[in-house]
């Protein structure tokens, strides 16, 4: 979509025009759903995360402002995230979170090379990891945020988020070495 067309639909959803607003779902729904993914682990959850975070995006568009080419879906993969991880707190889910200097070390992280491994494979081997480590996984590779700011916002130490990460990546390069071994 390019950005005098993207300006204009956003004009036109802020005047509450429906066809406006499936077309802006139309466009992003796919996309919105797949970074859902990545923190929910049922298909129920995430359709109800997405049509939660679609009621969000339609309240409050009004307020938002638009930057340029690129922002509209920035906000909207900043409100999916947000309503996954106060889903994953409400649902009590991410107290495996807060015990996480509790478990046992895992070995060394290993190199991880994603050659000759699927997209969507990937994605379910991401989608599988326990909660925390998928949580804190997500946020530092694909919302690029530091130990420190998931720290702040999970609600733990910073160290914890480091030994996720940590754990994350290792138990990862390990489906990815067994994915490899058996195709």
């Not at 106060?86 to 046992?104: N, Q, T, V, W």
């Not at 090379?113 to 925390?132: D, T, Y």
Request: net charge neutral; glycine share 4%; proline share 2%.
């Amino acid at each position: 979509m390019t950005e005098s067309a993207e300006q204009k639909l956003l004009e036109r959803i802020c005047n509450r025009d429906g066809t406006a607003m499936k077309a802006l779902y139309d466009e992003y729904a796919g996309l919105l759903t797949a970074v859902c993914s990545r923190y929910i682990d049922t298909d129920e959850d995430v359709k109800d995360i997405m049509q939660e975070s679609f009621i969000r995006i339609f309240s409050s568009i009004g307020s938002f402002q638009y930057r340029g080419k690129g922002s509209l879906r920035a906000w909207m993969t900043r409100i999916v995230v947000n309503t996954a991880l106060k889903h994953l707190r409400d649902s009590a889910k991410m107290d495996f979170l807060r015990y996480a200097d509790k478990l046992p070390d895992v070995e060394d992280e290993q190199e991880m090379s994603l050659e000759g491994v699927p997209a969507e494979v990937i994605q379910e081997m991401i989608r599988s990891l326990p909660v925390g480590y998928r949580t804190v996984f997500n946020l530092f590779v694909f919302e690029g945020k530091s130990h420190r700011e998931i720290a702040q916002t999970l609600g733990i130490k910073e160290n914890s988020a480091s030994s996720q990460l940590h754990r994350a990546k290792t138990m990862l390069a390990q489906r990815i070495k067994e994915y490899r071994t058996s195709h």
